[in-house]
């Protein structure tokens, strides 16, 4: 007897991973403007600036803080020549979306209390922090302008360069890598590029004033490292951002968070995607910011730290 074939039926819209990304999405910029409204309407704004900073450190500072700019005006120029030329919203613009986004997840870091702190001398506001429900951190942080606001813009440095070394260097050495071990690859030039960017950003914007000392590059200096930063930090600014590029460049289904948008009506389908990779970089972010607050529960605290610095 013949087998009769049968014909799978769709998965439902409200199923498919797209809509769960972008519920996601929605969930966590609901809860932005929630906190950031709470923070505005008591008096949020600007924060007093330490201006006892010599020469050499004013000219450092001044430098890390118009880098910055720099590096956010160049993505988001390189991000609007290319929607144009392809007339389509692409994965690079929703993700810069994203993880621009995510800026207020930044104090989550000091959630359980003062384990990173900013530099006072550059432009900045009053933190949002202690209007997050539960907050046991400090009241008065402070939050850079272009670095906690407008930093995470940035993102891009870190995603687009992990794309193209994953593409140029390890898959043209070992092309045939899939799976656990292209998502291991990716974790590992995250990482080595996360080594060469993140010092010259320590040097200049912020100091991790509790960590783990054997966990712990240079324990005991102001300018000390957490290794496990240099993890999490590759993690959720390269690989997981890089890994959805390209997939969505390579694999015949695409993004797996864009998945099931084809679904929608095409009218919809870039707020919705765009709702998704939004999810994503919040959660990604959270996990980045949390999971440093956890680790730093076990940290010892700072001593001798600058005066710039508090």
């Not at 360069?161 to 995250?190: E, M, N």
Request: hydrophobic residues 50%; positive net charge.
């Amino acid at each position: 007897m013949d087998a009769t074939p049968t014909t799978l039926k769709p998965t439902p819209r409200w199923r498919t991973p797209v809509m769960v990304w972008a519920v996601i999405g929605s969930f966590f910029l609901i809860a932005e403007v929630w906190v950031m409204a709470r923070w505005a309407i008591n008096g949020g704004g600007w924060s007093p600036t330490y201006s006892n900073v010599s020469t050499t450190w004013k000219v450092l500072l001044w430098a890390v803080m118009l880098i910055t700019i720099a590096t956010i005006v160049f993505y988001l120029t390189w991000t609007v020549i290319q929607v144009t030329k392809r007339r389509t919203l692409t994965i690079e613009a929703m993700l810069l979306f994203g993880y621009s986004t995510t800026f207020w997840l930044i104090p989550v870091i000091n959630y359980t209390g003062e384990n990173m702190i900013q530099n006072r001398y550059l432009i900045s506001t009053t933190s949002w922090g202690p209007y997050m429900p539960g907050w046991r951190g400090p009241n008065s942080e402070p939050q850079q302008l272009f670095s906690s606001w407008f930093g995470l813009c940035s993102a891009m440095v870190y995603f687009v360069p992990t794309l193209w070394l994953l593409r140029v260097v390890v898959l043209r050495r070992w092309p045939h890598l899939t799976g656990p071990k292209l998502v291991l690859a990716a974790v590992v030039v995250s990482i080595v590029l996360n080594l060469v960017l993140e010092p010259l950003m320590i040097l200049g914007s912020y100091s991790f004033v509790k960590a783990v000392p054997w966990l712990t590059l240079f324990a005991g200096h102001w300018y000390q490292f957490p290794v496990y930063e240099l993890i999490t930090t590759g993690i959720a600014y390269g690989a997981v951002p890089g890994l959805m590029c390209y997939y969505h460049q390579h694999h015949p289904r695409g993004a797996p968070i864009l998945r099931g948008v084809e679904q929608f009506p095409r009218a919809a389908r870039p707020w919705i995607a765009t709702l998704s990779a939004t999810g994503l970089a919040q959660v990604i972010i959270l996990f980045w910011t949390a999971s440093n607050a956890v680790i730093a529960l076990a940290g010892v605290p700072l001593t001798g730290i600058p005066a710039r610095l508090r």
